[in-house]
């Protein structure tokens, strides 16, 4: 592989779009046969992808670590309890392996089968001509700015609330909440409410609610989200799932609500700041946050779980304790990312700091002009740049906006210029048709209440 922009800190780096590219020659070079690969998500929704592989028996080895990446990519960009295979017996019965109980993708089995409520499968499909075609489900949810309407956004620290009148924010307040270390759904419940109750106070009636939330969200429910992981199961079931549907009921049976991932309700208040759609919205905080309004100004369905995204191919890569994945976003594009880089060049922090610390930590070096911390943030561009160009495989993109605490301060612009050197040098056909940037502060938090007042018709 010839990487023409290096991860200093990181020599092993394998950008999973190079060693697809790399993987495409070699199948172009010779023979090859073909594999069609279809993701199953809720009310029938599917995405369908063909592609030619090396034949099997010619390299199975390669060709199954290379398909595995490829499908867990579609699985958390799109979302699906059930994979469908042709054109490949060799790759069917690797996933069909994997995504078990006890096998290498238990994880994200169970993650999946709680998220569609469905035991997850993998099924064979002998004729390719049986294969499920792409079904989507985008809608033009939000940009609806009329009438007086309250916007919430449910964070892990804190809780936002405006109150909203023909697209200007005539009120807001945060409110420090620890959802995260509360096991009781009272807690959220009673805080969600005094946050809509204040205000509708504001307001002369409420004609539509809309919040935007950290999770995943299927048909308004909350499925799967860190902000209730305290929650116990079968509270979570009684309390959590219709949780903003029941407290929405409270100030009136027939006011319209929709609940939208935050990733996707910053998207949108991107978009809609740009005046422009083809949106990929990344935060890159305690995890990598994702989001996508697409080149028709809607919000997909899609789940945009990029934390979990495979970005560098080198098993060597550290590992996520939580889904015990190598090489996921998650550790490239977080607080993680710039821990993780630190030591390599030459920064020591106190082990026994917490991981917002650590970045503190960095982040002072990083004003202070400390060129360990300057390799720290160029590093992590590279990866940005070639993980973008990956992303663009999936996704429609004309603009990528950044945020999150990593990407504050004079870290962020390195990061993001280093990421467009890359994109440059190495995928000048996207960089010509693709802007990065990132929002301020200020116009982001405005925008997002907006965004999220804007869901509802």
């Known amino acids: 592989m010839n990487l023409k922009y ?38 029938g929704y599917c995405e369908r992808f063909a592609l030619d592989i090396l034949p099997d028996g010619a390299d199975d080895e390669l060709s199954c670590a290379v398909m595995e990446r490829y499908v867990k990519t579609l699985l958390w960009v799109y979302g699906g309890w059930k994979i469908y295979v042709s054109g490949s017996r060799t790759i069917y019965e690797f996933l069909h392996a994997a995504y078990q109980k006890g096998g290498l993708r238990e994880f994200d089995v169970w993650f999946m089968s709680r998220v569609y409520e469905r035991p997850f499968e993998v099924v064979w499909v002998e004729n390719p001509a049986d294969m499920p075609e792409t079904r989507r489900s985008a809608s033009a949810v939000g940009r609806h700015l009329g009438g007086c309407r309250i916007g919430f956004d449910a964070g892990g620290s804190d809780r936002k609330v405006s109150a909203v009148i023909d697209g200007e924010s005539v009120y807001s307040e945060e409110v420090v909440w620890h959802p995260k270390t509360q096991s009781d759904p009272e807690y959220h419940y009673q805080g969600i409410k005094e946050a809509f109750r204040t205000a509708a106070s504001k307001l002369p009636r409420v004609d539509g609610i809309g919040v935007s939330t950290a999770g995943v969200l299927i048909d308004n429910r909350v499925m799967v989200a860190s902000l209730f992981v305290k929650v116990s199961d079968e509270d979570f079931e009684r309390r959590v799932k219709n949780i903003y549907l029941d407290v929405a009921k409270e100030l009136g049976e027939n006011i319209p609500i929709e609940v939208a991932n935050d990733g996707d309700v910053t998207a949108l208040a991107g978009a809609m700041d740009l005046g422009d759609n083809a949106v990929l919205g990344i935060a890159m905080g305690t995890s990598e946050a994702g989001g996508y309004v697409d080149g028709n100004g809607n919000i997909t369905g899609w789940l945009n779980e990029l934390a979990f995204v495979p970005v560098d191919f080198n098993r060597e890569a550290m590992v996520d304790e939580w889904s015990g994945d190598y090489g996921c976003g998650v550790k490239y594009f977080s607080q993680d990312s710039v821990n993780k880089l630190a030591p390599a060049s030459g920064i020591e922090v106190d082990p026994d700091m917490t991981p917002a610390e650590k970045l503190k930590v960095v982040q002072k070096l990083m004003a202070e002009g400390d060129p360990r911390a300057v390799k720290v943030y160029e590093s992590i561009g590279v990866y940005f740049g070639y993980a973008i160009a990956y992303y663009a495989r999936f996704y429609d993109i004309r603009h990528v906006l950044i945020m999150g605490r990593v990407t504050s301060g004079e870290g962020g612009v390195i990061l993001l210029d280093r990421a467009r050197e890359v994109l440059r040098g190495e995928f000048p056909e996207l960089a010509a048709k693709m802007e990065l940037s990132i929002p301020d502060e200020s116009s982001r938090r405005v925008g997002q209440s907006i965004a999220a007042a804007s869901l509802p018709e």
């Not at 090859?32 to 199953?40: K, T």
């Open 6 to 43: 290096k991860a200093i800190l990181d020599p092993g780096f394998q950008p999973m779009e190079l060693v697809l590219r790399d993987y495409e020659a070699r199948v172009r070079a010779g023979a090859s046969q073909r594999l069609e690969i279809a993701v199953e998500r809720n009310k």
